[in-house]
């Protein structure tokens, strides 16, 4: 060998800097470690006021569901104050004639049905010979007729649906199979 020749570098034990260099695995871990607990913590703050938000989002809804049903009543409530003050005008009319009470029951009952229908308050009262509808009519009994069986032959009571939903069914007879 001549003195020219390199020669092979030593080799590094772990643990041991090469002169020149400034970070040894140790430094490096310790600077990778800082930077992911600086991103934990980032995450972290992210993490919680996400959590904060939604969960201010749902208090708020909450609020908006409670407010709603609280007043939900509020605008058939309103729209029935002249019913109720229809009737009490009647009341006050001591000497009154059966037709004139006639005439002010027929009035209010106007104002409490248009009331109603404004609110979506509608009313199912099926004709003679409607095909009958279990989803908007209860059979009460079942009798002997000349229309088809299954058929609407009387009404007994009116039903009612809210906003086509049924709140309470027709009553009604139904022809009976000949």
């Known amino acids: 060998m001549s003195d020219t020749q390199a020669s092979p570098a030593p080799e590094q034990q772990p643990g041991s800097a090469t002169p020149g260099t400034e970070l040894d695995p140790l430094a490096q871990a310790q600077a990778e470690l800082a930077e992911l607990k600086a991103k934990s913590a980032e995450l972290a ?3 919680l006021r ?4 939604a969960e201010n989002a749902r208090r708020r809804a909450e609020e908006e569901i409670t407010k709603a049903r609280k007043f939900a009543v509020e605008a058939f409530a309103e729209s029935l104050l002249p019913v109720c003050d229809s009737l009490e005008a009647g009341l006050t009319i001591k000497d009154a004639t059966p ?3 006639r005439e002010g029951a027929q009035a209010t ?3 409490l049905s248009a009331a109603l229908e404004r609110n ?3 009313a ?3 004709a003679p010979g409607s095909k009958f509808d279990p989803h908007q009519h209860q059979a009460i009994s079942m009798v002997p007729s000349e229309q088809e069986p299954n058929t609407v032959v009387g009404l007994l ?6 906003a086509e939903r049924v709140l309470r069914p027709a009553l009604v007879t139904v022809a009976a199979p000949k």
């Open 109 to 111: 009952l106007r104002q």
């Open 99 to 101: 037709e004139q009470i």
């Open 50 to 53: 996400a959590k904060a938000e």
């Open 45 to 47: 703050d992210q993490f």
């Open 124 to 126: 199912i009262a099926p």
């Open 157 to 162: 009571q009116k039903g009612y649906t809210i």
């Open 120 to 122: 979506k308050v509608i």
